[in-house]
């Protein structure tokens, strides 16, 4: 094995960042472990939308249908069928992917911008479907009271079973994306005529890829609605779909970390800025005005800039 | 009391009188898309900027004959200057880079706007007065109609009838067709495309100021109405064809019909419905009723 005389470095950073993970709970006061778990939901949740953007070049502007529909399967069954959790969970999930079959069916006719629209368009569909659907959904009102059950039940407890999916989910985004099909997704992206000349079935590969950001996206909000103990209908609003765009794109939507990384800066500085002032989105403006401006590439490709330079340097 | 031929009546002009003013709006956004290729999620936010200033001129000119009026100007010279700058400042950076920062670019606009204007006139929901010898109804023979909203209809109207003159009989206008279908053949003609860009987009964002102003005595204007407005649009520029103004006139009187008639037919589903039949037209016609195939 080429790695096992010295592991490369991003094996040293990985490690650091599990070892760092799983000593959250033992280390940090309870708000430290409920900020985690939301950081690692959220993280979950660009790096899955950021298989179409980074990696397929699709600009999906609806992503928090999944997510919301993850989220409403799980809690909708728990609470109004009293499922049990080991049910309604992967029932959500489910649903989502589905849900993400069908809308990517139409929408990878697309491309570009008008992909963008379309995605957007089922996105509030969704919306207007959670909103209105008040015997189902709970409306305007949302659904609380997600019964969790007792194992779970303790902040710490639920930090690890989230940290325990999450982990399993990003793994196997590592491998869809170090995959064959991975490196078939990225040339569709490079250039899609290019791929269907040399037999690449163009729209399947961006379906499959649908599916599974879709799929996780879907998992991300079970996990949450579990995590809230509760679903509102701002989770499917158009919004929350620009807030996961802003996420990959301040981490860098061409490292395959970056978007986890963009979560928890997001969200990290959403929470410090909430403590002093009510004009957040001002903040979130501005920075992304600076992203867009100063660091095109994001912070992780910041980062690997800075790397870059300081290797030529050497 | 719904078979009633006069409610009928009433609810086709509600919906014709929403349609008339979300046209207007919906029309910038339409123009800018097609030419720009810049999907502006701002327009609701500039919408939401025509308001409040109609709103604040209104109470300075309080005593002023014809006040609305100037302050209707007032709206759509102040968006078409706001726009000048944003242009000149940001947004022509951004036209050769993804369509994602361009996306986000416009949601960043709508973050900002939407603070900078709750900053200044706060969270409430402030009321235009109807404009002298408009507050009125109309005696239409059959029932009386308040009388803005007929002349939300005749406005509406009259711009589609302005910008179809402008964009097909005028060198202008060829100009605007032209740069929909092919840039860079633009460019090699000689003409200064960036010049292009940045009229299309201060007029589109015009647009949206004058549709704030005309809206703010019916809606009155609050934070958060900027989100309503932008997703209306959005589904009228979708289901009439990107791009197209007779797709965006035709978008826009479905889009107020349905609203009209969606609450007698499937009563707190009407929403719903708008999103399905714009979903259904997506699915059979993705560029649109009366838009152009993308080209490949």
């Known amino acids: ?314 | 009391m719904s078979g009633n031929p006069v409610y009928f009546f009433i609810q086709f002009l509600n919906g014709l009188s929403l349609g008339m003013n979300l046209f207007v709006i919906a029309a910038g956004l339409t123009l800018i898309l097609g030419v720009l290729r810049v999907l502006n999620f701002a327009h609701g936010a500039f919408f939401l900027i025509g308001g409040y200033v109609t709103y604040f001129l209104v109470d300075v000119l309080a005593r002023a004959p014809g006040a609305f009026w100037l302050a209707v100007g007032g709206a759509t010279a102040a968006l078409a200057i706001f726009a000048f700058v944003i242009e000149r400042l940001f947004l022509r950076h951004l036209y050769e880079r993804d369509h994602v920062y361009q996306l986000l670019f416009t949601f960043a606009l709508v973050l900002l706007i939407g603070d900078m204007l709750k900053a200044g006139w706060g969270t409430n929901v402030l009321s235009v007065p109807y404009p002298t010898g408009f507050d009125g109804a109309t005696n239409l023979g059959i029932t009386y109609y308040p009388t803005y909203r007929l002349l939300l209809c005749v406005i509406g109207f009259v711009t589609a009838f302005a910008l179809w003159f402008v964009v097909n009989r005028t060198r202008w206008g060829r100009v605007v067709r032209a740069a929909t279908q092919d840039r860079e053949m633009l460019s090699a003609l000689g003409l200064n495309v960036p010049r292009i860009y940045m009229l299309v987009f201060v007029t589109g964002s015009a647009l949206a100021g004058l549709g704030g102003a005309l809206a703010s005595p019916v809606l009155s204007v609050y934070p958060g109405l900027d989100a309503q407005i932008i997703v209306e649009c959005f589904i009228i520029v979708i289901i009439g064809g990107l791009g197209s103004l007779g797709g965006a006139f035709l978008g826009a009187i479905i889009l107020g019909q349905l609203t009209a008639f969606g609450i007698l037919l499937v009563p707190a589903f009407e929403l719903v419905l708008i999103y399905v039949m714009m979903v259904g037209v997506l699915m059979f016609r993705p560029w649109g009723l009366l838009g152009r195939q993308e080209a490949r």
């Open chain 1, 1 to 314: 094995m080429s790695t096992a005389r010295g592991a490369p470095r991003s094996m040293w950073i990985l490690a650091a960042v599990l070892a760092a993970l799983l000593a959250v709970p033992a280390a940090g006061s309870l708000y430290v472990t409920y900020l985690a778990t939301e950081i690692l939901i959220f993280a979950l949740f660009a790096l899955a939308f950021n298989l179409l953007l980074g990696y397929g070049g699709l600009i999906s502007f609806g992503h928090a249908a999944y997510f919301a529909i993850g989220a409403y399967g799980c809690a909708v069954l728990s609470v109004k069928l009293s499922w049990p959790l080991a049910a309604a969970f992967p029932a959500g999930v489910a649903l989502a992917t589905v849900a993400a079959a069908i809308i990517g069916y139409f929408c990878v006719k697309l491309t570009e911008i008008y992909l963008a629209i379309l995605t957007l368009a089922f996105g509030q569909l969704v919306w207007a479907v959670a909103f209105k659907w008040s015997a189902v959904t709970g409306g305007d009102t949302g659904l609380i009271g997600v019964p969790v059950p007792a194992w779970l039940d303790e902040p710490a407890q639920f930090y690890y079973f989230a940290l325990a999916i999450v982990g399993a989910c990003v793994a196997l985004l590592w491998v869809v994306v170090h995959s064959a099909f991975g490196r078939t997704l990225a040339a569709t992206r490079e250039n899609a005529v290019r791929a269907e000349f040399v037999g690449i079935h163009v729209k399947r590969v961006q379906l499959v890829a649908f599916v599974i950001s879709g799929g996780i996206s879907g998992i991300a909000g079970a996990l949450h609605s579990i995590f809230n103990r509760s679903v509102f209908v701002e989770s499917a609003w158009w919004t929350q779909s620009a807030e996961v765009l802003i996420m990959a794109v301040l981490g860098g939507i061409h490292s395959f970390a970056g978007p986890a990384v963009g979560a928890a800066a997001l969200i990290l500085l959403e929470r410090l800025i909430r403590d002093v002032t009510e004009y957040w989105p001002t903040f979130l403006g501005a920075i992304l005005l600076v992203v867009l401006f100063v660091f095109p590439t994001g912070l992780a490709g910041m980062a690997r800039r800075r790397a870059a330079r300081s290797v030529e340097r050497a």
